[in-house]
């Protein structure tokens, strides 16, 4: 079976820092990946979303990027965190060339102070 | 552009009473049609899907969805609502570009004893 797993469940960085979520997925290949973000009460934002190696589309510009340097691992980085990126970041990832549901790992919670 | 609507932000029950949580969507073409449940602190779990036929959709912990075409809609609903089911539930709508889901802003269910 499938899983996902998100690295670290909890972080807490002062302004300026930089950042490393990791996401992992197992029991799959050729994952589409992405990235959100959800803010206090708000609902889900798309960061980032990938349908391979190294194939990644942003879609709101910010100080964040993303990676995927392997199949099934993608990383989400910030050379100078502030604290609008303070929130709970989620990993999703579906079968490409099945339905479309998609599948969300624990999430990170990020405190930015 | 495809978009979804869930009209209440907040929803208060009794347990034992039934629920009905709305979601209107607006899509092109023939939606695929999700219900997610995020429970405090955690990622977003499928509770149901619909892609094609049967307009009544099962799913877990005993949530249903029907799907109506002409009200563009996709209304969740559970018989008898346990305490446990207090959480955020989100509404999607897809594919668009590059397999991506648009998800509601969602509704908060609160569940009295």
């Known amino acids: 079976s499938q899983t996902i797993h998100q690295w670290p469940a909890t972080l807490v960085q002062p302004v300026g820092s930089p950042l490393s979520l990791e996401c992992t997925v197992e029991g799959t290949s050729n994952p589409n990946l992405y990235w959100y973000r959800q803010a206090a009460g708000r609902g889900l934002q798309l960061l980032f979303y990938?349908?391979?190696?190294?194939?990644i589309s942003s879609e709101v510009p910010q100080n964040l990027s993303a990676s995927r340097p392997q199949d099934r691992q993608f990383i989400l980085s910030s050379k100078k965190l502030l604290l609008s990126d303070s929130g709970f970041y989620l990993c999703a990832w579906r079968t490409s060339g099945s339905g479309y549901e998609q599948y969300f790992g624990p999430g990170t919670r990020l405190t930015v102070t | 552009a495809q978009s979804v609507t869930q009209p209440d932000i907040h929803i208060t029950v009794s347990e034992g009473a039934s629920l009905e949580l709305r979601c209107n969507y607006s899509y092109g073409a023939t939606p695929y049609l999700f219900w997610y449940v995020q429970s405090p602190g955690q990622g977003l779990q499928l509770l149901l899907k619909y892609f094609s036929g049967d307009t009544l959709v099962q799913g877990i912990k005993g949530f249903e969805a029907e799907f109506k075409r002409s009200q563009s809609s996709f209304n969740l609903r559970k018989p008898s609502v346990h305490w446990s089911d207090a959480a955020e539930y989100f509404c999607a709508v897809g594919p668009g570009t590059a397999s991506k889901l648009t998800f509601g802003t969602g509704t908060r269910l609160q569940v009295t004893l």
């Open positions: 990938s349908v391979g190696i190294g194939q």
